[in-house]
């Protein structure tokens, strides 16, 4: 037996060496086939596990079998528990936002809170529902609270955009020793103004310097409101406003330009990597045990891809404004190199042990939360 598996066996939940082995025999598949379909993933069974005279149909029953089995406990949260101690990373700068489509007529709605690690947005905690549109605050309020649960968060700053507000929503922060930045509405809290400046005042001065910000009060709480000037003409919404509970510091309009990263990471997840809106269950504990395992073949991906430009830097691409990009992506890159390098199970697992520097983190929660 690949040391690998007894390692993930004995550090995440005592799981039998089997349950670990096909763990990563179902994560393998994903990079392999970049797809999340199961009918489909049967095909790359027999390559890694070198059981190349088992029919399609057994390999597929192996999968769907691992699903049903599994789905129903904690094994979910114990794969991103692996996940975080591959980054070996603190939590700060986090992204908040969801992706929802349809798999016939159900609607699936998965909420993601995303960390940044070295520009890259790698989900930390998620929650499924069956749901379409904003969630309410309750519903988002109960998901801080177990991600809190799950992941060492205080102190993190999260990042969101402007369907996640809310009085209570905002209040809550605070509560749990979190700092959020979000993106609001225009003339949300016009009237919550504390100070000389009316909301006016602040209007023009972000036209005339680009941003200027100003103290508001809801329910007792003080929050910085920023209003920022887009770059880009923009005549329908030239401004964007933005509240934080980060009253001292003063890089709030920076730290919202950085949300894009999670909509590259569902973009990655879905229609340009391991495409899950393949996906064929309705089931949302089904869909949180898969949904878990494309995670971890994308925090491999990128770390390979990372390792991989200590050694070599990837070339850069300037645009005729000056910017400045990678010709290709971290996560383009890293996919495409550890599809290169493995075949069968053993050679994955390989892989995998360089990339694991050290797993010795504990878990974070001895009675993690079960949906």
Known sequence: ??????????????????????????????????????????????????????????????????????????????ILCYGLDLLNLKLGI??????????????????VLAVDFQGVAIPVYFQCYNHKGVL???????????????????????????????????????????????????????????????????????????????LIQVEGQLFRLWIIKKTETDSKEPLIYVLTNVLAKRNAPNLYKLRWKIECLFKHLKTNGYNLEALRMTNLC?????????????????LTALDERKQKPVQKKTYKDGRTFDVISIFKQGQSLIKQRFITLSRFLDLVQFLNVRICVPIFNNNPFVQ
């Open 136 to 214: 309410s605050e309750y519903e988002r309020n109960k998901f801080l609270e177990n991600a809190r649960k799950c992941c060492p968060l205080k102190n993190a700053n999260i990042i969101a955009d402007r369907e996640f507000i809310g009085n209570e929503w905002f209040c809550h922060f605070a509560r749990l020793e979190l700092f959020f930045t979000c993106r609001i509405r225009q003339n949300m809290y016009k009237n919550n103004l504390i100070g000389n400046l009316s909301y006016s005042q602040l209007q023009k001065r972000a036209l005339k310097k680009g941003q200027a910000s100003g």
């Open 286 to 302: 089904k869909i949180r045990l898969m949904f878990s395992m494309v995670v971890l073949a994308y925090i491999m991906s990128i």
């Open 94 to 111: 986090c992204y908040l936002d969801g992706t929802e489509w349809y798999i016939g007529s159900f609607k699936l709605h998965i909420l």
């Open 1 to 78: 037996m690949h040391p690998h598996i007894g390692k993930f066996s004995v550090q995440y939940g005592n799981y039998r060496a089997s349950i670990a082995q096909n763990l990563f025999i179902f994560v393998g598949c994903i990079i392999q086939g970049k797809t999340t379909n199961l009918y489909e993933l049967r095909n790359e069974v027999s390559k890694i596990t070198e059981k190349y005279k088992t029919d399609t149909e057994s390999h597929y029953k192996r999968l769907t079998r691992f699903i049903l089995l599994n789905s129903f406990g904690n094994l979910w949260y114990y």
